[in-house]
């Protein structure tokens, strides 16, 4: 198995929070969001992948639950090996796709060439020490709009902290990150 396939590997499956939410409910803290994610390799459903082609999709459906609101998004990520890192990649959903119900169970074949990068998203670049990637980005999504994305990825699960903040102030997110675990089957 490859380095790539390796890190890959650790993202694939179905996660959540439960754990962290028992943990900070002991604290007293209860409006932290109840998050699930399932990640789900998907180059069988992309046609026309070039010859040689060396990268791994992988699909990210994601569910967050705060105040009785649940929102859902999914989302189509690209890694590849960069000499001793993993890049990632956003693309867009196939056109005509909802990112709030759009699922891996759904998702039909797609065109590789028909694909495209988002323009708004900067590479996330992940580094390996010891057993754990660390990495992330920040992207200005617009002059004003500025998302911030760091992980730590392992065996013991995801780490996944994401903020927005809108002319300086943060929007989404929080101080600590979500900590995912590998949902027993």
Request: charged share 25%; aromatic share 12%; net charge negative.
């Amino acid at each position: 198995m490859t380095e790539l396939q390796e890190f890959v590997a650790l993202l694939s499956g179905e996660f959540d929070n439960s754990r962290q939410l028992r943990e900070l409910e002991e604290e007293g803290i209860s409006d932290f969001p109840a998050a699930q994610h399932t990640g789900t390799v998907c180059n069988e459903k992309i046609q026309g992948l070039p010859e040689g082609f060396g990268g791994i999709f992988l699909l990210e459906e994601s569910r967050y639950t705060t105040g009785g609101y649940t929102r859902a998004s999914a989302h189509l990520f690209l890694f590849t090996q960069e000499g001793e890192s993993i890049r990632l990649t956003s693309y867009e959903l196939p056109r005509g796709s909802d990112k709030s119900s759009f699922s891996y169970a759904n998702m039909g074949p797609v065109q590789y060439q028909e694909l495209k990068t988002s323009e708004k998203f900067t590479p996330a670049y992940y580094t390996r020490r010891g057993q754990v990637w660390e990495g992330g980005s920040v992207s200005m999504f617009s002059p004003v709009l500025k998302f911030t994305l760091a992980q730590r990825i392992g065996p013991e699960g995801l780490e996944v902290s994401e903020t927005m903040e809108m002319n300086g102030r943060r929007t989404f997110g929080g101080d600590r990150p979500i900590l995912y675990r590998r949902r027993e089957k």
